[in-house]
């Protein structure tokens, strides 16, 4: 352990509590807000002011309570594959690479395939998370082979997604009626997907998101599979030990991981955009905020649902500083870095338990 | 600390070490229990022992790395605090483990001077060093190319470069810990050549071993360590192998557990002729032969180290042997995946319960179905059933004792002997027809070791083969039916317990064949 | 353009362009070689960007505004060294939490800076006799920063200290057993420490070239995700700063070209060129030996105690 001074004392805590976890989260979270509070005042803003416009606009009207939502979608698509990845000790960092493939795949087949709705709409679902399952499972067959780290990996393809991207909205795909932008034609509306009236949610995906979660619940905590999954990610000699194979158990939790990214892909192309354009203003950091929104339900794919509104909140927020107090957007990084920071840093109070006092001589 | 002049004297001989009323506690367990040792300037003494018996812990306090409870240390005569291994160095005291420390991806020099102030401001001189290197080598000939990297050398040669890294910073007394495990019998040759010049040279070596063999060889005297005491130390030209096996097993009443006489069922496990590799790629197992019978509890007795870890890998699916088979009819095990033996009835008490036998974080009746979870009992349609695995934890906590809150509580917060419970509960529970039971009660408590072997005996009556791995030799004589000694891999004699000498098992067990032991 | 002139602005470019990623991965290097892997990269790199910038705006004096960009982006590595090193956290985690951070605040402090054009930007230098040697010399010699050549410099020197002295010895010790280096008395945490220091002042320093020198300005997100490469190739140069100088250029040549080649080669293509390789290598390297020749330090990403409870 660190050297600590000899009136502190840490020991490891047994097993937090469910409770304690909840509440040690939520001071972080709130250690976040007063500090991003102080930025808001170095701009001369009143931070209760601030604050107050944000839950306004997030939750006051009809469009920011719809536009909160719409940001959480692909938050909680997301953030449910990776729930499942990170339980089974894989570090997907890759989601947002898999999100473009699955928009990439979304697209083609809504260009290119002439399958007739009512078919295409789920064909492209299907396409989008088979996509996005193929882009993560490569990371994985690595990992569980050759042991090569999984971050990196996840990472790189993220970058080569991108520039995929790139090569085909300015080359093979490029939109003949686009006037020379860089974006493919517009989907035929078939492939629209249908929207909650005038508003930007599009449901199929926020549906397949809330029955991701579920699902995903019960499968991890009922299931063999999800049996096997837990144990790999918690102890893997006792994997070992058990018969189980790590390497198909890694294998499933990315096409799981990778295929929901994929569909949250799907779900940015086919509802918001309908057309596929300039990679980061699809994925528009998606795959890394749903990081924290995974790492925040701490691996419960039931509380991913919370978190990823939560997020919704401050990305909705983000968009409600600019336009109302002429706040930089960046301000919404800002927040999740911190949140981030409070969240690993508050870890240790989860795993250990500071007392002040002085040490007993253990037996 | 500087050498001093005047040093306390034992029969007019200058004194290198003096461990005096050494106590160590761990949680649990005494490892050194008032322990004195007196090692004499410029001889190498041997600490023989079993495992369990104290030998590292004792030298781990001389090295800095544990601080005694009680006692104190004295170096040439003057009491002293080591309390890190670097102030160990710095006190001329060097140490060569068993796991080497040693950077893999350094070069020998490299690894030789990490952690030492020299050479101008940061730069190393390293023609300087490259010298003062070869000079030691050519010195106490310890042939190694200082510009090697480490990974690239052969274990003896790393050795060596253990040990030069001792001698670059003057080190006077030299403990080595089981250093021989590691070695091919020629190697064993080089080091022993290699002590005896240290030792000409004026070096003081502490040696610590578990083979007789090695001791009649090399040392000057020898103390027996047991349990955790002190039992003897001795010059070795006085003492006999036998007299040495005697005083490292004890002479304590051996038979006070009722046991009914096995009722042998067939053959059900025949081992022909197993090899297999250990982690480091050396050889474990060297030709193993034997068979278990329905109904018995053969015990292989032998010191850690000499192969059960990886026997016990070996016949649940854990790891593959190189050569041989291992029949359950009509499966050969060598050839089984780990699932499949578990599949097929065999249980696995493995040696580290908690690190690979359960996982911590999940709750008891998680833990008491991490291998029976596939069966049709317990899963449906791939859907776990809650509450069977309920009842399952149920029963099996009032029958195997498990003391918790309740079956959800995680097993992590359990104490060492209930954990010891839930993986026999687990592993038992099956009716298997073949057990391997590897220290099953390793650091339990009375009450538990003695449930622990109620249980296994219960299981033999039933007619389940079992093969007990302990270092206790009291368990391997109480419980065995027979008894198979482990050395290097290779089987030196099986036994029936009820002819069992421990003189005979004390040879055995350091590397006497039965023959040898019996004639 | 002749064939001569192409050529020459090619190198040219690509040895600028080069010069920012090869300051930022020797950092990285470092960081990865006492064992924590640092994603922060890139947020480091852009904080130094506008640090560089504001000062050298304030001040009138680019050199202010490097050295400025130094000291605060080492600063700013402090807070993944305290959660990865000290509080032992998820070092993948800490890492993106920086970039975040990172991107975020140099977005807002930066809002103000934007747009503005610098007035006293870093000179270029022509060395004197070696810019006469054809094609070559104007190529290296004419016109090009100091900074290029203090890259150049540094990875010589922080190549011989990360092989040849005593520091360099115990920061690769740390990286691959950190029990024994602490067993020898080595304090592993002030090790690692400093190395994820050197590599945010080396980021910051990177990061002000960009906007002091190869592109005098500021905008939001002006990095453009060099940090990413730059950790894409530590893993290409084998944790090697001579490697990782050669790799730098080769990643920037990369880059110019797509420009160059648009025409013959997919841009793209040149462009996700360093994420493959940098796969590709690990692939490699995963074997047996190569693994222990060139491979990553076997430390990588673990937190480390002493003696486990």
Not at chain 1, 64 to 80: K, Q, S
Not at chain 1, 168 to 187: A, C, E, S
Not at chain 2, 306 to 325: D, W, Y
């Given at each position: 352990m660190m050297k600590t001074p000899a009136w502190i004392q840490i020991d490891r805590r047994p097993s937090p509590s469910g409770l304690t976890v909840f509440a040690i989260s939520v001071i972080a979270i709130l250690f976040a807000l007063v500090m991003a509070g102080l930025f808001f005042e170095f701009y001369g803003v009143s931070a209760l002011r601030a604050y107050g416009y944000i839950i306004k606009g997030a939750f006051g009207s009809r469009l920011?309570?719809?536009?909160?939502?719409?940001?959480?979608?692909?938050?909680?698509?997301?953030?449910?594959?990776l729930v499942v990845a990170f339980r089974a000790l894989f570090w997907n960092i890759g989601a947002e690479g898999q999100l473009l493939m699955g928009a990439v795949a979304a697209s083609g087949i809504a260009l290119f395939s002439g399958i007739p709705s009512p078919w295409l709409i789920p064909a492209m679902f299907l396409g989008g998370f088979a996509a996005g399952a193929l882009w993560g499972v490569g990371p994985a067959i690595l990992k569980a082979k050759l042991g090569i780290n999984d971050?990196?990996?996840?990472?790189?393809?993220?970058?080569?997604?991108?520039?995929?991207?790139?090569?085909?909205?300015?080359?093979?795909?490029?939109?003949?009626?686009?006037?020379?932008?860089?974006?493919?034609?517009?989907?035929?509306?078939?492939?629209?997907?249908?929207?909650?009236?005038?508003?930007?949610?599009?449901?199929?995906?926020?549906?397949?998101?809330?029955?991701?979660?579920?699902?995903?619940?019960?499968?991890?905590?009922?299931?063999r599979v999800g049996f096997e999954i837990r144990v790999v990610g918690e102890n893997p000699d006792a994997a070992k030990y058990a018969g189980i194979s790590q390497t198909k158990i890694t294998v499933l939790a990315m096409v799981i991981s990778g295929g929901l990214a994929g569909v949250a892909g799907v779900g940015e192309v086919a509802g918001i955009h309908h057309m596929l354009f300039n990679p980061s203003s699809i994925a528009l950091s998606y795959g890394y905020t749903a990081i924290i929104v995974a790492w925040l339900a701490r691996r419960n794919p039931l509380a991913v649902i919370l978190t990823s509104f939560l997020f919704g909140v401050i990305m909705r927020g983000g968009d409600v500083i600019k336009i109302s107090l002429g706040l930089p957007f960046q301000l919404v990084n800002v927040f999740n870095g911190l949140i981030l920071f409070f969240l690993i840093g508050s870890e240790i109070f989860v795993r250990y338990r500071v007392r002040f006092g002085t040490k007993k001589e253990t037996a | 600390m500087e050498k001093r002049g005047g040093m306390a004297t034992n029969n007019s001989v200058p004194l290198a070490v003096q461990l005096s009323g050494i106590v160590k506690r761990f949680p649990g367990v005494i490892a050194n229990d008032g322990v004195n040792l007196i090692v004499r300037r410029g001889e190498i003494h041997c600490l023989l022992g079993e495992n369990g018996a104290g030998k590292t812990t004792l030298m781990r306090i001389l090295y800095g790395l544990y601080q005694p409870d009680e006692g104190e240390v004295l170096l040439h005569g003057q009491p002293i605090r080591i309390g890190s291994p670097k102030a160990a160095l710095a006190n001329h005291i060097g140490m060569v483990h068993q796991h080497f420390h040693l950077v893999p991806t350094l070069t020998v020099e490299e690894n030789i001077v990490l952690g030492l102030n020299e050479g101008t401001g940061p730069f190393l001189q390293f023609k300087k060093t490259r010298q003062k290197i070869r000079r030691l080598a050519e010195e106490y000939g310890l042939q190694v190319d200082p510009g090697a990297k480490v990974w690239q050398l052969t274990v003896g040669q790393q050795q060596r470069v253990e040990i030069l890294k001792a001698l670059y910073r003057d080190a006077d007394i030299l403990i080595m810990d089981e250093p021989t495990s590691v070695l091919t019998p020629q190697e064993v040759d080089g080091l022993f050549g290699t002590l005896r010049t240290l030792v000409a040279a004026g070096l003081t070596v502490i040696f610590i071993t578990h083979k007789l063999n090695e001791v009649m060889e090399i040392s000057d005297r020898v103390t027996v360590l047991r349990k955790g005491k002190a039992v003897a130390t001795v010059n070795t030209p006085e003492t006999s192998k036998a007299e040495l096996a005697r005083l490292m097993v004890g002479r304590e009443v051996i038979f006070n557990v009722e046991k009914k006489p096995p009722k042998l069922g067939e053959k059900i496990l025949d081992v022909v002729d197993l090899h297999a590799l250990n982690d480091r790629g050396l050889p474990a197992l060297r030709g193993m032969t034997f068979d278990l019978y329905g109904g018995e509890i053969l015990g292989v007795a032998g010191v850690s180290g000499?192969?059960?870890?990886?026997?016990?890998?070996?016949?649940?699916?854990?790891?593959?042997?190189?050569?041989?088979?291992a029949i359950l009819e009509p499966h050969d095990l060598t050839e089984c995946s780990a699932r499949t033996i578990a599949d097929l009835g065999v249980a696995h008490v493995p040696t580290e319960r908690i690190r690979v036998g359960t996982v911590p974080t999940m709750s008891i009746r998680e833990n008491l179905i991490l291998k029976s979870y596939r069966s049709s009992a317990f899963c449906k349609w791939s859907i776990l059933?809650?509450?069977?695995?309920?009842?399952?934890?149920?029963?099996?906590?009032?029958?195997?004792?498990?003391l918790a809150p309740h079956d959800g509580t995680a097993v992590g917060n359990l104490s060492g002997g209930n954990i010891q419970r839930l993986v026999l509960a687990r592993e038992l529970s099956g009716s298997p027809k073949f057990v391997v039971a590897a220290h099953p009660t390793y650091g339990l408590d009375v009450g538990a070791t003695e449930q622990v072997r109620e249980v296994l005996l219960k299981q033999r009556d039933r007619g389940a083969g079992i093969l007990l791995i302990s270092e206790d030799l009291d368990e391997v004589f109480q419980l065995s039916d027979r008894v198979l000694v482990i050395y290097e891999g290779q089987v030196m004699g099986i036994v029936p317990a009820e002819e069992a000498n421990l003189e005979e098992i004390g040879l055995m067990m350091a590397g006497s064949h039965r023959e040898e032991v019996t004639s | 353009m002749s064939w001569e002139s192409w050529v020459i602005s090619t190198i040219s470019r690509t040895l600028a362009y080069g010069t920012p990623l090869l300051l930022a991965t020797l950092g990285e290097i470092y960081a990865e070689r006492s064992g924590v892997l640092n994603l922060g990269v890139e947020g480091m790199m852009i904080v130094g960007a506008l640090t560089g910038f504001a000062v050298a705006s304030q001040?009138?004096?680019?050199?202010?505004?490097?050295?400025?960009?130094?000291?605060?982006?080492?600063?700013?590595?402090?807070?993944?060294?305290?959660?990865?090193?000290?509080?032992?956290?998820?070092?993948?985690?800490?890492?993106?939490?920086?970039?975040?951070?990172?991107?975020g605040l140099s977005g807002v402090i930066g809002r103000s800076y934007e747009g503005r054009p610098l007035m006293h930007t870093l000179d270029k230098i022509s060395i004197p006799l070696l810019e006469k040697i054809p094609v070559l010399g104007p190529a290296i010699f004419q016109d090009q920063n100091l900074l290029v050549y203090i890259g150049i410099g540094l990875a010589i020197l922080l190549w011989f200290v990360l092989f040849k002295t005593r520091i360099g010895i115990s920061i690769r010790a740390v990286g691959e057993d950190p029990a024994t280096a602490d067993s020898l008395g080595i304090n592993v945490a002030r090790v690692r420490y400093l190395c994820v220091m050197v590599g945010g002042v080396l980021a910051g320093i990177a990061g002000a070239y960009l906007s002091v020198a190869y592109r005098p300005s500021w905008t939001d997100g002006m990095t453009a995700g060099m940090g990413w490469i730059v950790i894409a190739l530590t893993i290409f140069a084998f944790w090697n700063p001579i490697s990782g100088m050669f790799g730098a250029y080769f990643f920037a040549g990369l880059f110019v070209l797509s420009f160059r080649l648009q025409a013959w080669?997919?841009?793209?293509?040149?462009?996700?060129?360093?994420?493959?390789?940098?796969?590709?290598?690990?692939?490699?390297?995963?074997?047996?030996?190569?693994?222990?020749?060139?491979?990553?330090?076997?430390?990588?990403?673990?937190?480390?105690?002493?003696?486990?409870?």
């Open positions: 920011g309570l719809t536009e909160t939502v719409r940001g959480m979608i692909p938050l909680l698509v997301i953030g449910v594959g971050v990196i990996t996840t990472l790189m393809l993220n970058y080569v997604a991108i520039y995929t991207v790139h090569w085909l909205i300015l080359g093979p795909w490029k939109g003949l009626t686009q006037r020379g932008f860089p974006y493919t034609d517009r989907f035929p509306t078939a492939a629209f997907l249908p929207m909650l009236g005038g508003t930007r949610i599009h449901l199929p995906t926020l549906a397949i998101g809330l029955v991701a979660a579920a699902v995903m619940y019960f499968v991890v905590k009922k299931t | 000499n192969g059960q870890h990886e026997l016990s890998e070996v016949l649940t699916g854990l790891r593959k042997a190189t050569e041989g088979r059933n809650e509450k069977a695995a309920y009842e399952n934890a149920c029963k099996a906590m009032k029958e195997y004792e498990i | 001040t009138g004096n680019p050199w202010f505004g490097v050295l400025a960009a130094g000291v605060v982006s080492g600063l700013f590595s402090l807070i993944h060294a305290f959660a990865s090193v000290t509080l032992r956290a998820n070092q993948v985690v800490s890492g993106l939490a920086l970039t975040m951070l990172g991107l080669l997919s841009p793209e293509l040149l462009k996700a060129m360093p994420y493959i390789l940098a796969i590709v290598v690990l692939i490699v390297v995963s074997r047996g030996t190569l693994q222990k020749r060139m491979g990553a330090p076997s430390a990588l990403t673990l937190p480390y105690t002493r003696g486990e409870d």
